[in-house]
């Protein structure tokens, strides 16, 4: 993470909000009845913040994520993206999530090349080789998936979300799959990343200490039915040292929300 020991990431823009979610209401019917999961959250980003959620297993994080990416529709509520209504995913959004997504019939090169549609790209060959390098992959690019580790199969996913260039990157539990080195070198690798080009993110975890060390803002959901329950500032330079006193008064803080 060179060059980040003095600096915050990039401070989000004063503009109108990247992300409004207004009201959010969903609920499933089972056989024992309806069985309510989101109940009126509500919260925005700002271009370029990147806001983690945090909250108890069931809570209802996992679909809060679908319905604020397209994926899923509200039962009342609205998402805004740049000040429009969102319907259904859009070009503008990518979902990295704990499920792999990597083809494993492609090499590194022609998974990052997958989405490159239409002719704007230029030398796509050129841009996957760029996000591979990005990502530590060079040297890598004609490997396929089945010679590559966890960790790294993980670093394909994030270049192939970066190269067509999103506004947003969707995070759902990302690196939960790892073990604790692995988890702990792929979020110095992300902030590394979003370092040199800006996206606003929204992460979903379960870890707190997670959610302390990439974002500059953590909100705290209620067991089901969902609700907002706290909202924490992150206002710490990277890298983030999480022994240091004020992480640890803001680990615990955190904690006493999650009723831990």
Request: aromatic share 6%; proline share 6%; with cysteine.
């Amino acid at each position: 993470m060179a060059g980040q020991d003095e600096r915050r990431r990039a401070a989000p823009t004063a503009a109108g909000p990247k992300i409004v979610v207004d009201h959010l209401r969903k609920g499933f019917v089972t056989a024992k009845g309806s069985l309510p999961v989101v109940d009126g959250v509500s919260f925005s980003l700002a271009e370029g913040e990147f806001v983690a959620i945090v909250g108890p297993s069931g809570c209802g994080k996992s679909t809060l994520m679908n319905i604020v990416a397209g994926f899923e529709r509200p039962d009342a509520g609205r998402v805004l993206i740049d000040g429009a209504l969102l319907t259904r995913p859009g070009p503008n959004g990518i979902v990295i999530s704990q499920h792999g997504s990597v083809f494993p019939w492609l090499t590194v090169q022609q998974n990052l090349m997958f989405g490159l549609n239409g002719d704007e790209h230029g030398d796509k060959a050129a841009l996957a080789d760029h996000y591979a390098a990005m990502v530590g992959l060079k040297g890598f690019e004609h490997a396929y998936p089945h010679e590559l580790s966890g960790g790294m199969l993980k670093r394909v996913e994030i270049a192939r979300a970066l190269v067509v260039k999103p506004d947003i990157l969707y995070m759902d539990e990302p690196f939960s799959a790892l073990d604790a080195l692995m988890n702990l070198r792929m979020r110095n690798e992300l902030l590394r990343v979003l370092a040199e080009e800006r996206h606003t993110v929204l992460l979903i975890t379960h870890d707190v200490e997670e959610a302390i060390y990439l974002a500059d803002r953590i909100l705290v959901l209620s067991p089901r039915p969902a609700t907002i329950q706290a909202g924490f500032a992150v206002d710490l330079p990277h890298p983030r040292r999480l022994a240091s006193p004020e992480v640890q008064a803001l680990r615990e803080a955190v904690l006493k929300e999650l009723g831990l």
